[in-house]
């Protein structure tokens, strides 16, 4: 009998859907009757912190400003691109289901697939593709008023 095995980038990533899946419950509940764009700066703050204290726990630190400009760049670029994700997620929890915001969210791995494609040159197999149609084939369903 053969165990299954997994790469362990899927289970970083499995561990990361399950994450972002409390994010969003988590987020909901959190949100109510506050404004989103506070509820996001407040997120964001706790985060920078528990980050802070994981990465000097983890013996990681080292000094961010010795890094690469090119890293710098993009860094921010990902940072401001996060911000604005935010924005926008917490404010469709605000004033829609969490059970509908959060897979249409999820549009981000088409978009992921076809940036992928075209600024990094990978290529997703056939069988790949038909798993990113089915994700936007399932978010076109959602979004469809009965």
Same mark, same amino acid.
């Given at each position: /009998?053969?165990?299954?095995?997994?790469?362990?980038?899927?289970?970083?990533?499995?561990?990361?859907?399950?994450?972002?899946?409390?994010?969003?419950?988590?987020?909901?509940?959190?949100?109510?009757?506050?404004?989103? #764009?506070?509820?996001?700066?407040?997120?964001?703050?706790?985060?920078?912190?528990?980050?802070?204290?994981?990465?000097?726990? /983890?013996?990681?630190?080292?000094?961010?400003?010795?890094?690469?400009?090119?890293?710098?760049?993009?860094?921010?670029?990902?940072?401001?691109?996060?911000?604005?994700?935010?924005?926008?997620?917490?404010?469709?929890?605000?004033?829609?289901?969490?059970?509908?915001?959060?897979?249409? #969210?999820?549009?981000?791995?088409?978009?992921?697939?076809?940036?992928?494609?075209?600024?990094?040159?990978?290529?997703?197999?056939?069988?790949?593709?038909?798993?990113?149609?089915?994700?936007?084939?399932?978010?076109?369903?959602?979004?469809?008023?009965?």
């Amino acid at each position: /009998m053969t165990s299954l095995q997994f790469p362990t980038w899927f289970i970083w990533a499995l561990l990361s859907a399950f994450f972002a899946a409390g994010t969003a419950i988590f987020a909901k509940i959190g949100i109510q009757n506050v404004d989103s #764009d506070l509820a996001t700066l407040v997120r964001t703050f706790i985060i920078f912190f528990v980050l802070t204290a994981y990465i000097a726990a /983890m013996g990681k630190w080292s000094n961010p400003f010795l890094l690469p400009r090119k890293t710098w760049l993009f860094l921010t670029l990902s940072a401001l691109a996060t911000g604005a994700s935010w924005v926008c997620y917490f404010r469709a929890l605000q004033i829609g289901d969490a059970s509908k915001v959060a897979p249409v #969210d999820k549009a981000s791995v088409i978009l992921v697939a076809l940036f992928a494609f075209i600024f990094l040159g990978e290529r997703p197999s056939l069988r790949e593709w038909s798993g990113i149609v089915c994700v936007a084939t399932g978010i076109i369903i959602l979004a469809i008023k009965k």
